[in-house]
């Protein structure tokens, strides 16, 4: 769907409000969501419940319906006033995206509303009028678990997330921060409320929705969901982390639910209302770009999301990923244990090489040994990413894009920009694995040091990207996300 040369003025969205999941055991989504996470019900029906967090004041920030395939159904948007859901309906039309009207009370507690399939394929909706529920703040006799306060973000997987920042612009949303090199944006955060983000991007196979991000207040709230999953032996449920991200500087812990929808705990991101707040750009390279403390973050937080549904309730198509997988370009997944010469001769050291050696095939050279990794990782730094024309989104937007001219792995880049594979085979790695007698590696950090032997081969690459950097807006363009 290529963006309209002459835009059609966007509505005055306020905030990211709530969304609808899809669960297909209503019963234990009600047990993980109220009973663990803590949330707060609004209302019921025997196919439906309506959620909200303890700050909340409108009705609800998420529904769970009963369905036959987990699916996230809607996103939905406040806007400033009625009048902007006739500016959102115009804004769609004029982007040739299917829309629809929905009178006031067919979702509980929410007004008249506008829907459309945007034209990343995710179904967004924009209210302006909604009940008003009490406010539990201060009953912190009634908190529970995680003590969820409002939702906070979505995040969500396209196939090229350059594409869904020019269309998010389009939209008034200011950036707050990004993941990127000097080809590539790996992943970029937007806001319209002063947070760090209502939305956010993860390259991959999309549109699929990755997480949706509620706020706590304390980091000890994260902490204390960890622990309560802990007790109740339903430590698979904790995918990633806790720990605190690079990118927005919250504390933070993923969790997935039931039927493997994600959910982020996230708490202490920071203020980006002031006029020409500057972009925060990370190194796709840098280690604390997703964990501060450089963890490792785990295969599935890249691969796994949930299926998003059209207008009419049926799952959306998938496209390939359109540009380099970050995972395969920077390092996440990449661990070291630094070991004493005594100790990497210990058995279970030898028996941690072992096991790796025996998933080689898949666990390095399936993921990891492509020339479009090696070639992004063995470049020099080079100056950080510049900003595209809005008619370089419509083309990335444009209906011709298929899952045959999309390979996420191609060392092709859109750009154009010409980049140097390394010469450099899987054997590399096994060769560099198998000299080091003072390092355990995990697989990724396997790569790791194939990237520093190829760093100590060609002196060019030896400098290290500078991240993260903070850069002002340009002229035409307001970080703070007004119009
Ligand atoms: O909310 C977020 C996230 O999008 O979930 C992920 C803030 C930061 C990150 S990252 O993993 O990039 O640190
Ligand atoms: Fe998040």
């Known amino acids: 769907m290529a963006l309209p040369q002459k ?15 899809v669960v297909t055991d209503l019963a234990e989504a009600r047990r993980f969501w109220v009973d663990l996470l803590g949330f707060v019900i609004s209302s019921e029906s025997p196919k439906a419940l309506y959620l909200r967090g303890y700050d909340e004041l409108i009705h609800h920030n998420l529904i769970l319906r009963q369905g036959d395939q987990p699916g996230a159904a809607r996103l939905a948007f406040r806007v400033r006033t009625a009048a902007d859901l006739d500016l959102a309906e ?17 979702t509980p507690g929410v007004g008249e509303a506008v829907r459309a399939e945007d034209p990343l394929g995710f179904t ?28 906070d973000h979505f995040n969500l997987v396209v196939p090229d ?14 950036l707050s921060e990004t993941i990127e090199d000097e080809q590539t944006l790996y992943a970029a955060w937007m806001f319209r409320k002063q947070t760090v983000h209502d939305v956010a991007f993860t390259g991959g196979e ?34 990633r982390g806790p720990g605190r991200h690079g990118v927005s500087n919250a504390f933070y812990v993923y969790l997935r639910d039931p039927d493997g929808h994600r959910v982020e705990i996230y708490t202490s991101d920071y203020f980006t209302g002031d006029p020409g707040h500057p972009v925060l750009r990370w190194s796709v390279r840098d280690q604390r770009r997703r964990d501060f403390w450089g963890h490792p973050v785990v295969p599935s937080w890249y691969t796994d999301a949930s ?40 058995p279970a050291a030898l028996r941690v090489r072992s096991t790796f050696l025996s998933n080689l095939p898949t666990a390095v050279f399936g993921i990891s040994a492509t020339n479009a ?12 990413l510049p900003r595209k024309s809005a008619s370089s989104a419509a083309s990335a937007l444009a209906p011709g894009r298929s899952t045959t001219q999309a390979s996420g792995r191609s060392p092709q880049r859109s750009s154009g920009i010409p980049i140097t594979a390394a010469s450099c085979t899987a054997g590399c790695a096994i060769n560099r694995f198998s000299s080091s007698t003072e390092e355990i590696h995990s697989p990724p950090d396997l790569i790791t040091s194939l990237i520093r032997s190829l760093i100590r081969k060609n002196p060019r690459s030896s400098s290290v990207p500078t991240s993260p950097v903070r850069s002002q807006p340009s002229r035409n363009f307001s970080g703070a996300g007004s119009r």
Request: charge should be positive; proline fraction near 6%; aromatic fraction near 10%.
């Open 373 to 384: 990794q090696f070639s992004g990782t063995c470049q020099r730094a080079a100056p950080l």
């Open 124 to 151: 967004v909706e924009f209210f302006f009028a909604a009940d008003y529920a009490e406010r539990l703040q201060q009953r912190y006799d009634l908190r529970r678990g995680a003590e969820p306060a409002r939702l």
């Open 206 to 239: 999309g549109p699929r929705l990755h997480h949706l991000g509620f706020f706590a207040h304390e980091s000890h709230q994260v902490l204390r969901i960890c622990d309560i999953l802990g007790s109740l032996h339903m430590e698979s449920r904790i995918e």
């Open 307 to 346: 299926a998003v549904l059209d207008l009419d309730g049926r799952p959306r198509p998938l496209l390939k990923e359109n540009q380099p997988a970050e995972v395969t370009v920077g390092a996440d997944g990449f661990t070291r244990y630094l070991l004493t010469r005594s100790m990497a001769r210990s």
């Open 7 to 21: 835009r059609a003025r966007p509505p005055d969205i306020v905030r990211a409000a709530y969304a609808e999941l």
């Open 161 to 174: 997330v350059r594409a869904a920042y020019e269309y998010y612009a389009s939209l008034g949303f200011g």
């Open 90 to 106: 115009a804004f769609f039309a004029a982007l040739g995206s299917r829309t629809a009207r929905v009178p006031a009370g067919v």
